[in-house]
């Protein structure tokens, strides 16, 4: 009787995630996202004919790694969490899902304008150092979403998440005066990455936080026998 038991709830729970995955196109929030590619493309194309030195190249990089984080992180929004919540999936699944298409949303785009770019001004290496700053940037900000869901219960913090992104840029250029981070290439390009790496360590260790099973209280999620 245990077995068989078992072997329907592993059955309901396959069924269960089948269906969520088929729906899970309708449950995300695609406007703001698909706009932040809009608006980068057009930002691209009016300053391509100025973009003249690195500098120039960096900051436009820079504003489409920005505008992106601010557009996907509506991607992490669940209005049906009420729902979601009480399937048998974890939070892991549901959430990672998201993640990795707010991810594969920045990347692809940052990339592009990546290649357009680095036709006017080569950058080479350096366009990794600005991977570090925008990777670092979108994980403080997924890690800040997602925890405003679990502990505050809002269901779309996507608006507060998006001044968060805004909020890290903002704050590598005020402390700038004491640990430069937002520097052009040279002899403090090295150093100043070094902490954005240190940023993404910190957020990437926020965000499992957030991604832990609310109802074990741990990583191993406990099944009823």
């Not at 493309?41 to 120039?56: H, L, N, P, R």
Request: proline share 4%; hydrophobic share 55%.
């Amino acid at each position: 009787m245990t077995t068989e038991v078992g072997t329907w709830s592993a059955s309901s729970e396959r069924e269960v995630v089948s269906h969520l995955i088929r729906m899970f196109p309708r449950l995300l929030r695609w406007l703001p996202a698909v706009g932040a590619c809009i608006l980068v493309g057009a930002i691209t194309a009016w300053k391509y004919d100025s973009v003249e030195t690195s500098a120039a190249a960096l900051w436009l990089l820079r504003f489409a790694g920005l505008s992106m984080i601010v557009g996907t992180v509506f991607l992490l929004d669940d209005a049906s969490a009420n729902i979601t919540n009480s399937t048998p999936t974890i939070l892991r699944l549901r959430a990672g899902l998201r993640l990795m298409l707010m991810g594969s949303f920045i990347a692809v785009v940052c990339v592009l304008v990546f290649v357009v770019v680095e036709q006017k001004v080569p950058l080479g290496a350096v366009a990794g150092g600005v991977g570090i700053e925008i990777a670092a940037a979108a994980v403080v900000t997924a890690a800040f979403s997602l925890m405003m869901q679990r502990s505050h219960g809002l269901s779309e913090p996507g608006q507060f998440a998006g001044v968060v992104s805004i909020g890290v840029f903002l704050a590598a250029q005020l402390i700038g005066v004491l640990w430069p981070m937002l520097v052009p290439p040279g002899d403090l390009w090295t150093e100043a990455h070094w902490r954005w790496a240190g940023l993404a360590l910190i957020g990437v260790i926020f965000l499992a936080w957030q991604l832990r099973d609310p109802a074990s209280g741990s990583w191993v999620v406990r099944r009823s026998r």
